[in-house]
């Protein structure tokens, strides 16, 4: 009988509602402007390397083929592994990038965890949209859409792109693995 009498004591009872405390609205709001601005930066940043990168632009001339007609092809083609090229850098540079922004937001979100795993999965979409835009912003225009009559025989440069969606995935995916383990 002792013994359920001290751990009736030991454990305090609730406080009443009016003394419970409250979400830290600010402090939530601190990480997760902190985190996004980090994404947004990180992101700018990874698109800016991404193109230094990748380039120089390799040089391709229009042709008049008869079947598709006037078609820009690249003078120096190395065949599929040139076409990896672009997305195999974006791959790395997020990667890399999205490691550092999940350990970011672990350190920032070190008090309000569920702030900064939301703030870092948006986060991390935002990054990968603005390093893509970014990259490609830099990079010369696609020079398909010149291919034309009038500029058959002349030289344009290449154009930086990703030829599917998947290596945005790279960094929400190194983002929230790195804060998962920084976390543990």
Known sequence: MTS?????????????????????WRSIALVVVGVLAAAAGLGALGGWLWYQWWGPPNTGEIYDT????????????????????????YAVIALGFGTVLGILAAALGRRQPVAAAVALAAGSALAA????????????????????EDNIGKEYLATLELSSWTPLLCWPIAALG???IAIV
């Open 4 to 24: 359920q009498g001290t751990e009736a004591a030991a454990v305090p009872a609730p406080p009443p509602a009016s003394e419970r405390s409250r979400l830290p």
């Open 66 to 89: 008869a079947t598709w007609g006037p078609t820009w092809f690249d003078l120096t083609d190395q065949g599929l592994a040139h076409q990896f090229d672009g997305p195999a850098h």
């Open 178 to 180: 790195a804060f998962c």
């Open 129 to 148: 949209y603005l390093s893509w835009v970014v990259g490609t912003a830099l990079s010369p225009p696609d020079p398909q859409q010149f291919a034309t």
